[in-house]
């Protein structure tokens, strides 16, 4: 043998002696440490008191971790010691250091577990390294018996099916910017379930920070109990979270739900019975006390998150009852005239699946459902996923993409009415700990906005804004209006008042509202597609009436409009926003019903009431023609209230033709202000 081969035959056994003696497991026992005595009682007594935390659940791993790894140091050639730790890394948002911890107890000892190449697999999966995930998987199922195969063999071949899906999205990440929203929202403590109001300027969210209202934590995994927290948005600024203290939250967990696009109504959680959801509203700066929903929303199964329709009249839910098609399940439940909520109804198999369904979500549009599911086409644990109702039916859910899911869990999330922005919570490494709230921005152009000005008419048809489609990257561009402001009396003070909203077309109310009796303000989403006449009434005051015309094709707007409501009395005046004739005649069309409904129940409840119809014209045609036709589409509306009952002692009509006019007639929008209908009180 030469002096190289001899040379080069003791390089290999040297080095495979070293791998041998770094490959060996090393048990914690006096053969291994004769004269390390002390030392070695120390690391089993922190392994048993780790194992009894183990032992506890995945809510008591970060306790095991402690203790595991003070004998880790001790002692870190120990096959199970490493397959502890990785599992409870797997379990905290440091996941990622759960590999180097299962390929060393794989390198150990192979067997050192029947779990280990599926944990070892998960970690993989959670770390983008789907590869590698794929092949742990398939080794594992490999490995399993014929009964555990029948067990749990789907659910395998659904990680590997996750991990091809994960592939193909990151490939093609959607355009869109995730941000942290910070450590003035965020704290070191789990941060989650964030609903925001249909503008943007309130979010509430749920916490298990060190300032909960009753200062207690848990025995089951030591953190402190759910309490509920409010930010606003000045300019595009959170500010510092509230913890409004018992008006909301209890001495146990209390948790957030659902939010109504106005922010007046909140639905929350509550833990007894098996988990409920319960509502208060907000009435001037306090909460009412939460109520139940009642039972046929809550059961002895776990009720969980929920959300409002735009109009307040639907809900849309998660339970786990039975007769679902498994885990937790959507339903939804509409407002009965009672003001009860009916009977549950499932969303049917296309959207709930025979895994779990959470964090549900429906959008001020009307017609976008939001929610996170395990199942459908995943990348790893929840995603968050949408449906549209059109036509009758749920078009089938859609993945929002990459980067906003990821292997791990993605849920509870909730989005502006405009489509600008979303906020989910989300465990990342570059989290402030546990989960964090984070803001999601969608690239598409920014929507029009129109400025608080009277154009109460001009508002009737406006077009459509332009926008971008952004399907491809997970969220459209919003089809409603939101119309927001204040309803103040004639000296600029807020006024508590209910806001009807009617499909003109069908004279039907399909939606009430509120504004906020101390601060005034208000807020409608008004999905497109519908002729819709808005009143705003309050006690000893005259209603006040808008149109909203929205084309079907319109996308999102938002009008700035505060509302002046004039006392009843003579001298006052309103105009009828939602009296309509056709160009150039006075012939009343049906849509025009509601209002002078609203007409007589002034009327009936002053009986003693005069007033005056007055009609008015633009600058079109003849002087002649004008007055003719003012004067007679007057005498129309009077004539109406006639065949429905009212005196005609206590009414007068007069045409004013274009002698009056509100706006300049050198524009049409101008010329649409003109023609109006009025309603003046003469005397009382």
Not at 157 to 184: M, Q, R, Y
Not at 495 to 501: G, M, Q, R, T
Not at 531 to 553: A, D, R, T, W
Request: hydrophobic residues 30%.
């Amino acid at each position: 043998m030469t002096i190289q081969r001899f040379t080069l035959v003791c390089l290999l056994i040297i080095q495979t002696c070293a791998f041998k003696l770094y490959a060996q497991n090393v048990e914690f026992d006096k053969t291994n440490f004769p004269t390390q005595s002390k030392e070695l009682k120390e690391a089993q007594k922190n392994i048993k008191k780790g194992d009894e935390y183990y032992k506890a659940g995945r809510g008591m791993y970060f306790l095991a971790l402690e203790f595991y790894s003070k004998a880790h140091k001790f002692n870190p050639n120990n096959a199970l010691l490493n397959y502890k730790i990785g599992n409870c890394y797997l379990n905290t948002i440091q996941k990622i250091v759960s590999i180097s911890y299962f390929e060393k107890a794989l390198e150990l000892n192979p067997n050192v577990s029947p779990e280990i190449n599926y944990s070892l697999g998960r970690a993989y999966h959670l770390n983008n390294e789907f590869d590698k995930a794929i092949t742990k998987y398939t080794e594992y199922k490999q490995s399993l018996s014929p009964l555990r195969m029948v067990a749990i063999g789907k659910e395998i071949d659904k990680k590997i099916h996750e991990c091809n899906l994960a592939k193909e999205l990151i490939n093609k990440p959607v355009n869109v910017t995730i941000e942290n929203l910070g450590d003035i929202v965020n704290s070191i403590y789990p941060d989650y379930s964030p609903i925001v109001s249909a503008d943007g300027s309130m979010m509430i969210f749920t916490s298990r920070r060190d300032n909960t209202t009753g200062g207690k934590t848990s025995n089951v995994d030591f953190k402190y109990y759910e309490d509920i927290y409010i930010s606003y948005n000045n300019d595009g600024i959170w500010s510092a979270p509230e913890n409004p203290s018992k008006s909301l939250n209890t001495d146990a967990h209390d948790a957030t739900v659902g939010l109504s696009p106005d922010g007046q109504k909140l639905f929350l959680y509550n833990s007894d019975n098996g988990g409920d959801i319960y509502q208060c509203n907000l009435e001037g700066n306090d909460w009412s006390k939460p109520q139940s929903l009642g039972k046929t929303i809550n059961t002895k199964f776990h009720e969980s998150s929920a959300s409002f329709s735009y109009d307040g009249r639907t809900i849309y839910f998660v339970s786990d009852r039975e007769g679902g098609y498994g885990g937790g399940d959507i339903y939804m439940s509409k407002l009965d005239e009672k003001g009860k909520w009916g009977e549950a109804v499932t969303l049917g198999s296309g959207i709930n699946t025979p895994y779990n369904e959470a964090g549900v979500f429906m959008h001020p549009d009307g017609k976008t459902l939001y929610f996170s599911s395990e199942g459908h086409k995943t990348i790893g644990g929840y995603d968050i996923f949408k449906t549209v109702y059109e036509d009758g039916k749920w078009s089938e859910p859609e993945n929002l993409g990459y980067p906003i899911n990821t292997p791990d869990d993605d849920v509870f999330f909730s989005m502006t009415a405009n489509g600008e922005h979303g906020y989910y919570s989300s465990e990342k490494t570059d989290g402030l700990g546990g989960q964090d709230i984070y803001m999601v921005t969608f690239s598409f152009d920014k929507p029009l906005v129109n400025s608080n000005e009277d154009n109460s008419i001009a508002h009737r048809a406006y077009g459509s804004a332009t926008s971008e489609s952004v399907e491809s990257v997970g969220a459209s561009s919003s089809e409603l209006t939101l119309i927001r402001g204040r309803v103040l009396d004639e000296n600029s003070n807020p006024i508590k008042a209910s806001i009807e909203v009617t499909d003109n077309e069908k004279n039907e109310v399909i939606a009430n509202f509120e504004s906020n009796s101390a601060t005034g303000k208000y807020l409608v989403s008004l999905p497109s597609g519908r002729n819709y006449g808005m009143v705003v009434k309050s006690e000893n005051y005259l209603f006040h009436s808008e149109n909203f015309n929205i084309p079907k094709e319109s996308s999102y707007n938002e009008i700035e409009k505060d509302i002046k409501l004039n006392k009843v009395e003579a001298g006052s005046k309103i105009v009828l926003n939602n009296i309509f004739f056709d160009y150039g005649k006075a012939t009343l069309k049906p849509e025009s019903t509601t209002e002078i409904d609203r007409i007589i129940e002034v009327m009936t409840m002053n009986p003693t009431l005069k007033i005056e119809i007055g009609g008015h014209t633009d600058n079109v045609s003849s002087y002649d023609f004008n007055m003719k036709l003012s004067k007679n589409r007057a005498r129309a509306v009077v004539y109406y209230l006639i065949s429905r009952g009212m005196p005609h002692s206590r009414m007068t009509f007069v045409g004013y033709g274009f002698s009056q006019p509100v706006a300049s007639n050198a524009t049409e929008a101008g010329r649409m202000l003109n023609r109006r209908v009025e309603f003046k009180i003469i005397s009382k």
